[in-house]
């Protein structure tokens, strides 16, 4: 991951600053933490594997309350398909494949908007919908996130999300002539850390 290509906090993350900083007015840059993840969790027919993306980008800029609804900045996040890393060579390229990397090298996500959802104690629930885009294929999706400040006073969003890779066209990848299935039920999942732009 290259954290100081970043300008800007991460998409979903981008959306829980206004609510978590209630006093802010100005334009603010963020940028994404080294230490931030996002993965892609799926089974086959004889196991479950891990895909760690390492390397993605996002783009936004904090401007107060009304950077919630996303409309005058859109948030972007960016992910290099062929920098999925499922630790086995041959599961690499087998997705890679699948999600038609040398097409569509990047998967990206663009916010529309994001809503506050109330939820208990410190932490803050955020429904951000978004358009996805993967293998060539844009659909809209939701997803629920959970923020909160961490007291070196950088900002975290966690959250998960269920796809099927057939909604977006693309064919689960198979091995071992046709004998090991990957199914079509993936989970997305991120831990998101975002620091003033230059911390």
């Known amino acids: 991951m290259r954290p100081n290509r970043v300008s800007g906090v991460i998409a979903f993350l981008l959306m ?3 609510i978590l900083i209630p006093h802010a007015v100005s334009v603010q840059e963020w940028a994404l933490a080294e230490e931030s993840r996002l993965w892609i969790d799926g089974t086959s027919s004889v196991n479950s594997f891990t895909c ?9 800029v904090l401007k107060g309350r009304d950077s919630v609804t996303g409309s005058e900045s859109p948030a972007l996040i960016t992910v290099q398909v062929p920098a999925l890393d499922c630790g086995n060579r041959r599961m690499n390229k087998d997705l890679r494949d699948a999600m038609k990397a040398d097409e569509f090298p990047t998967i990206t996500f663009r916010l529309d908007y994001a809503e506050r959802v109330h939820a208990p104690g410190d932490s803050l629930r955020v429904q951000v919908v978004g358009t996805l885009t993967l293998a060539g294929q844009s659909r809209e999706v939701v997803v629920l996130m959970t923020a909160d400040r961490l007291e070196d006073g950088r900002y975290r969003g966690t959250g998960k ?13 198979t091995a071992l002539l046709g004998l090991v299935k990957a199914r079509d039920e993936i ?8 620091e003033r732009e230059g911390h």
């Open 16 to 18: 829980a600053m206004p």
């Open 52 to 60: 760690h993306a390492t390397d993605m980008d996002g783009t936004g």
């Open 161 to 173: 999300k269920d796809l099927k890779m057939t909604d977006f066209g693309i064919t689960p990848p």
């Open 187 to 194: 989970t997305i999942g991120f831990e998101l850390i975002a």
